[in-house]
T-cell receptor, first 112, second 111 residues
Framework: SQTIHQWPATLVQPVGSPLSLECTVEGTSNPNLYWYRQAAGRGLQLLFYSVGIGQISSEVPQNLSASRPQDRQFILSSKKLLLSDSGFYLC???????????FGAGSRLTVL | EDQVTQSPEALRLQEGESSSLNCSYTVSGLRGLFWYRQDPGKGPEFLFTLYSAGEEKEKERLKATLTKKESFLHITAPKPEDSATYLCAVQAQGGSYIPTFGRGTSLIVHP
């Protein structure tokens, strides 16, 4: 079965510091991968998605970037964090032609 | 642009008190409508997919229904363990497989 591992689970970072959140998947090949952010009281905001290695599409202009160096690895990064980057970050996948998303457990980021 | 609106934002029920959550959507051709359950501090978990008006799906105390403009998640005789945020998402025909999510309904069931 498909599983998603996200780390770290919790992160507290000062404003202006860099960020790296990692997502790795198991049990599937060539998945579509997604990064979502969920702020308090708001829905899931799609940040980036990837249909293959090195292929990244950005949905919202922002302070973040994403990379997919391997088929089953998806990384969310920032060079300098802003207060507004705080939130719950979720990695998700679906297979080619599949509709249902499988989500990871999430990474809680607090920027102080 | 695809839109999904969920109501109410929050719902408090007593154990055994049945109710319904609403998901209204606007999409240029529906490929599928999805319901997910999200527990606090965790990622959403898939519940149901509905594809066409009139379709119904059931799982334990939950039943999801679909019309051309909205979906309902009916909760019959809820228990405290049903407390969670319920998310609705739609996927449009054509183009990418990226779903559009609503903001969710936070459900609390009191014992």
């Amino acid at each position: 079965s498909q599983t998603i591992h996200q780390w770290p689970a919790t992160l507290v970072q000062p404003v202006g510091s860099p960020l790296s959140l990692e997502c790795t998947v198991e049990g599937t090949s060539n998945p579509n991968l997604y990064w979502y952010r969920q702020a308090a009281g708001r829905g899931l905001q799609l940040l980036f998605y990837s249909v293959g290695i090195g292929q990244i599409s950005s949905e919202v202009p922002q302070n973040l970037s994403a990379s997919r160096p391997q088929d089953r690895q998806f990384i969310l990064s920032s060079k300098k964090l802003l207060l507004s980057d705080s939130g719950f970050y979720l990695c998700a996948l679906n297979g080619a032609g599949a509709n249902v998303l499988t989500f990871g457990a999430g990474s809680r980021l607090t920027v102080l | 642009e695809d839109q999904v609106t969920q109501s109410p934002e929050a719902l408090r029920l007593q154990e055994g008190e049945s109710s319904s959550l609403n998901c209204s959507y606007t999409v240029s051709g529906l490929r599928g409508l999805f319901w997910y359950r999200q527990d606090p501090g965790k990622g959403p978990e898939f519940l149901f997919t509905l594809y066409s008006a009139g379709e119904e799906k059931e799982k334990e105390r939950l039943k999801a229904t679909l019309t051309k403009k909205e979906s309902f998640l009916h909760i019959t005789a809820p228990k405290p363990e049903d407390s969670a945020t319920y998310l609705c998402a739609v996927q449009a025909q054509g183009g990418s497989y990226i779903p559009t999510f609503g903001r969710g309904t936070s459900l609390i069931v009191h014992p």
